[in-house]
């Protein structure tokens, strides 16, 4: 993979994670009884706060990282085009998604931060993902 699609692939990453970490519904009423995310204590969460948790993170995930790859100027010399990086974009999402844990996903509602460990293994997963998108056509 080219060194520009590695940095690319940072840097999206980095605001991906961010926007959407932002993006995440956040609750008003601090009680973890109430909220099912509040608190980041560990322990079993609600199936309905584990939904919502996955659908808000999948839409803001996917959408931060589209609107952020898109404005790359890099994008077309790299001969990466728009359905490319939606479709690295989607994969993204869903693999690190699934890699919340029930305690991480308290700890990040509550902080607005991805746990270290978490990160790291996040980036392993755009990576994947940009080695199955992300490949120029020639």
């Known amino acids: 993979m080219a060194k520009n699609n590695l940095l690319l692939i940072g840097i999206g990453i980095v605001v991906v994670i961010g926007l959407a970490v932002l993006l995440m519904p956040r609750h008003h009423d601090d009680t973890p009884a109430q909220s099912g995310l509040a608190g980041g204590q560990a322990g ?46 989607e994969c993204f999402a869903e693999k690190s998604v699934d890699q919340f844990s029930d305690d991480d996903i308290a700890k990040t509602s509550a902080t607005q931060q991805i746990p270290p460990a978490l990160m790291a293994t996040i980036q392993d997963d755009a990576k994947s993902c940009a080695a199955q998108y992300l490949q120029p056509k020639q």
């Open 44 to 89: 079993p969460m609600s199936p309905e706060a584990k939904d919502e948790f996955r659908k808000s993170y999948l839409t803001s995930s996917a959408k931060s990282c589209a609107d952020t790859m898109t404005k790359s100027p890099n994008l077309a010399e790299q001969k990466i085009t728009p359905e490319m990086v939606t479709a690295y974009c």
